[in-house]
Each structure stands twice: as C-alpha cells, then as structure tokens.
C-alpha cells in the first residue's frame, strides 16, 4: 500500500484489487502508524487498480487458508483489522471507481465518508461462492443503507449503481471519472482541524448499534468454508479461463 502526507491529511494507495494477506498486514500496519501519529487527522483510501476498488477476497489465498485449515484465523484477523479501521479516531474517506465488490465493499463500509465516480458498481456476491459476507459488511450496510438494501444485495448477489447507492445513503456523494480522488481529499482537508478525541466521540455515537450480527456472521463464514462443496466451488472458480464469471449482473 502506498502512502503519502500532505499536512494533516494521510493518503493510501490499494495496490491490489483482491483482498489477501498481504493486504490486511499492509492496512493492519497503517493503522498502527495512524494511531501513533496525533498529527494525523484524516486518512483518504483509493484504490490504482483500473477495475477498481477491488474486486473481494483474493480467493488463491483463501483456498491456502483452506488447505491449511487456518480458515478460522483468517476470518478473525480480517474481521479484527476491518474493526480497527472502522475505529480509527480520524476521519476516514474512500474514494471509490469501478467494481467495488464483496470483501472490497466491505473495506469501504468501514470508511466514514465515500465518494463514489460515475459508473461504480457495489455488490456482495458471495452468496454465488456458497459464501457470505464474513468481516462485518452485511451489519455496516443494513446501520448505512438500510436492512431492505442489504437483505436484496447479499441474498440475491446483485450489483447497484451510484444512483441507487447514492438514494441509499451507501455513498455520500457521486462524480465524475477521476474527480472521486480529489473531492475525497477535498473533505479530509476540510475536517483536519478537528481534533482526535473529538473525532473519536462522534465516530463512537454514529456506531453505536447491535453487534451480535458481527459474531454471527464469522460463525456462518466459517462453517461454510468447511462445506466441501463449498471449497470445490471456490477452487473451480480459481481454475476458470474467465474469472470474471463469478461477479454478479448489473442493476440500476
């Protein structure tokens, strides 16, 4: 992940549009870093991958997990490192661009604030892996947008735009292509006056919900990777020429 300071604002770069181990170190360190610099009052995450902001979970290094039987920790460690993000007590924004799809939505629902181009899709498809969401997504998007949205997008894999999102409160705001990033930056600046423990209180308030959905939701991951038929679907999606065959189709 690649990182650069202009006063109070810290922005971060995703490589990588497949979420995997190296990912979440990479995230898991920044944080460290965020919280250890008071100086640091807002953090902008954007994504210089042109399919977008990311495409889910890398599933190569899922089926590792799987052939490892280490399923269990990867699921905490990923859940743990998205709840510290959601947690950072500085803003945080999301500039987001084309396909921002399963575990990669979920990374942006833990953002405070998204931006979204014109032509970003968001989706949870993993109900077509015989998967769910396992890293806290479906609760964040049922507090963001409602139960309705989130029930339709995680059992039916279907994908919405920014206009649907932008009525649903999934975003916060809709531009043109290549202006998400600076109008992203543009409100971190705007809010780099704010200090630390008064950003944290209010983050506190506007999370402030059930949780058990998180819980419940790792135990359900967890059992269906241990489906068999669940992991040969997952590798078959692996060995596909095509491996964009998975996503789901589009809706308005």
Do not use: N
């Not at 993000?85 to 396909?99: F, K, M, R």
């Amino acid at each position: 992940m690649l990182t650069r300071r202009a006063g109070a604002v810290l922005e971060a770069a995703i490589e990588r549009p497949c979420i995997g181990v190296a990912e979440l170190e990479a995230l898991d360190a920044l944080l460290g870093q965020v919280e250890a610099d008071p100086s640091v009052r807002a953090v902008v995450f954007h994504s210089t991958a042109p399919v977008g902001f990311g495409t889910g979970v890398d599933l190569a290094a899922l089926a590792v997990a799987l052939g490892t039987r280490g399923v269990d920790d990867w699921i905490a460690r990923a859940g743990a490192v998205f709840d510290r993000l959601e947690s950072l007590p500085v803003l945080t924004v999301g500039a987001l661009h084309g396909v921002t799809f399963g575990g990669a939505l979920e990374w942006a629902l833990c953002l405070d604030v998204l931006v979204a181009e014109r032509g970003t899709r968001f989706a949870l498809p993993e109900l077509r892996l015989g998967l769910i969401p396992g890293f806290g997504g479906y609760g964040r998007l049922c507090r963001r947008s409602g139960e309705s949205l989130a029930r339709e997008l995680l059992l039916t894999g279907r994908s919405i735009g920014t206009r649907r999102a932008l009525d649903r409160g999934l975003v916060a705001s809709v531009v043109p292509e290549d202006e998400a990033l600076p109008a992203a930056l543009a409100i971190a600046e705007g809010a780099a006056g704010i200090e630390r423990a008064a950003m944290a209180a209010a983050k506190r308030l506007v999370q402030a919900g059930p949780s058990d959905v998180r819980v419940t939701e790792r135990s359900v991951l967890a059992d269906r990777l241990a489906d068999p038929d669940t992991r040969d679907l997952i590798l078959q999606t692996l060995e596909r020429s095509d491996p964009w065959k998975h996503l789901p189709p589009s809706r308005t």
